[in-house]
């Protein structure tokens, strides 16, 4: 079966994520992170759900476990790349932008990106899911979608790109679209890879 994973910072809402698609309430939301090095499967019948531990940084967690953390991460979609066919890179929007814009200034790339630019390098079709749009006003929706595009080196407005979903996983706001880029995206894998 074609493996999905999820991935993103620590505290974005890959949890809430991974509990609403799966459906199984022994998924912990808002616990505290970087403990665990563990990456979690779970069968969705015509794929496997790949959950990765956050990644970045964490108040409290060494240097050294972060970077162990990150690690392990790369190891698995490197090693898996070809049986993968989507990922789920999930942020947390307004945090996003304002460390984009800080590290830009610095010439630095922050670890998000940095993580969709390894994914896309490897050929694996992202969905970038900009969380927790109820901290932005809904004026700005489309002014910050499109910083992100733009981040992302794509060129704006940011509707015309499919890959990108606002969301308010909180809510349920956006997780049927994100189960439907997900099916799409099995469904192309499979008659790619028969
Ligand atoms: P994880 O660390 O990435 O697995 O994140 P969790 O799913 O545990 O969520 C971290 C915190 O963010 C929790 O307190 C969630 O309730 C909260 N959260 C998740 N989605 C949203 C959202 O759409 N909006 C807001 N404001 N908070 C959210």
Redesign the pocket.
């Known amino acids: 079966k074609p493996k999905v994973i999820v991935v993103?910072?620590?505290?974005?809402?890959?949890?809430?994520?991974v509990?609403l698609i799966t459906g199984r309430k022994d998924v912990?939301?808002?616990?505290k992170?970087g403990v665990t090095l563990k990456i979690n499967e779970y069968d969705m019948g015509d794929y496997i759900l790949v959950d990765m531990p956050?990644f970045g940084y964490m108040a409290g967690v060494p240097k050294k476990v972060q970077e162990a953390i990150k690690d392990k991460i790369v190891h698995y979609i490197e090693n898996h790349a070809d049986e993968i066919a989507a990922a789920v890179q999930?942020i947390d929007t307004k945090p996003f932008i304002e460390i984009v814009e800080r590290w830009n200034k610095k010439g630095e790339i922050p670890i998000d990106l940095e993580m969709f630019d390894f994914i896309t390098d490897l050929k694996i079709s992202p969905i970038l899911v900009a969380?927790?749009?109820?901290?932005i006003k809904k004026d700005k929706w489309d002014e910050v979608l499109d910083n992100i595009c733009e981040y992302l080196k794509c060129q704006p407005p940011w509707h015309q790109w499919k890959f990108i979903v606002p969301?308010?996983?909180?809510?349920g706001?956006g997780i049927e679209e994100i189960k439907k880029k997900i099916n799409e995206r099995v469904r192309l894998y499979k008659r790619l890879h028969g």
């Open positions: 993103g910072r620590s505290n974005v809402g890959k949890s809430t994520f509990r912990k939301v808002g616990k992170p956050g999930i969380n927790k749009m109820d901290k969301a308010i996983l909180k809510k706001i």
